[in-house]
């Protein structure tokens, strides 16, 4: 194979960040017609197309998704010969891209990531948002990984797959009380102010039911669909929480809340979903391979 001429690949980057080849030609100072030739040449270079032209726009294709990360590596990699030079020498790092659904505990996310953080040849980025918003980010190879909570439908032309990663009861937990209060569940649920899922959530389905098999009509004060705010609800004694003791773990840990016991038949199941890759991002089978080995997430913990 010929040498990578490099003012293909600035060309192709330049296209990359841009989205559009008009704006990238703006970047560079020459016309679309230019940038176009250049881009064409290194895919005849490497045989595979780079791009996927989407309506104006274009999106990376796997190979492209590829050739993005080695680019961004090889033009990091001059900045890091003027800092060796300097004295400010860098590690060399991959890049890992993680989408997790805005809802999704943040306990959660870090525990998953904890194999790779802090560590001088990782680099990671996290995007929140829906699982439409997400899904599309996977299929155009701008993310890796999509955590969640909640499966997609599948069909015949669905090229990702599921992964479990944990399951974990879910509980009551609230503020401690005072001594000599019942804490039996039927008698909270009947009795204290709670936050709950909202509707959508398939939790709340399963609560509902429970306490319908119990014969409890529960006093709900907010229904909330992220994590983040049902902890600081809990946190703030708004009302005690149906959620899956990760979301408070740094609570639990602390002695300001406690879980009053496990509901029977409730769980949260956490889900990794990664795309078929012919060019797998080796953090992403690190990050899986390490989750492989932990049987359950902790209840009760260092966050």
């Not at 039911?209 to 529960?218: D, I, M, Q, S, Y």
């Amino acid at each position: 194979m010929a040498a990578l001429n490099f003012h293909h690949l600035r060309y192709f980057l330049a296209v990359a960040q841009a989205g559009t080849l008009t704006k990238a030609a703006e970047r560079l100072n020459v016309s679309p017609s230019a940038v176009s030739v250049q881009v064409q040449a290194l895919e005849a270079q490497l045989g595979h197309d780079l791009f996927d032209r989407q309506g104006r726009g274009l999106v990376l294709t796997e190979a492209g998704r590829l050739v993005l990360e080695r680019a961004e590596a090889i033009f990091d990699a001059g900045h890091e010969l003027v800092s060796a030079v300097k004295g400010l020498d860098t590690a060399k790092r991959t890049t890992v891209r993680i989408g997790a659904m805005a809802t999704l505990s943040r306990n959660f996310q870090v525990t998953f990531l904890q194999p790779v953080v802090g560590r001088a040849d990782a680099r990671i980025v996290i995007r929140s948002g829906s699982m439409r918003e997400l899904l599309h980010l996977l299929d155009a190879h701008h993310i890796d990984i999509l955590l969640t909570n909640t499966l997609p439908p599948r069909d015949e032309t669905t090229a990702w797959t599921p992964h479990i990663l944990a399951d974990q009861p879910i509980s009551l937990v609230g503020r401690p009380l005072g001594r000599g209060k019942r804490t039996g569940v039927k008698h909270l649920l009947e009795t204290v102010p709670l936050i709950v899922p909202t509707i959508e959530n398939h939790i709340r389905g399963e609560f509902d039911a429970f306490a319908e098999r119990l014969g409890v009509t529960p006093l709900i004060a907010a229904e909330v669909d992220d994590m983040a705010m049902v902890r600081l609800l809990a946190r703030e004694g708004l009302g005690m929480a149906v959620a899956p003791p990760i979301v408070v773990r740094d609570e639990l840990a602390a002695g300001d809340l406690r879980e009053f016991g496990p509901l029977p038949g409730l769980k949260e199941t956490f889900y990794a979903i990664t795309p078929a890759r012919r060019f797998p991002n080796p953090l992403v089978k690190e990050l899986m391979n390490a989750q492989g080995r932990k049987k359950t997430l902790p209840r009760e913990g260092a966050r």
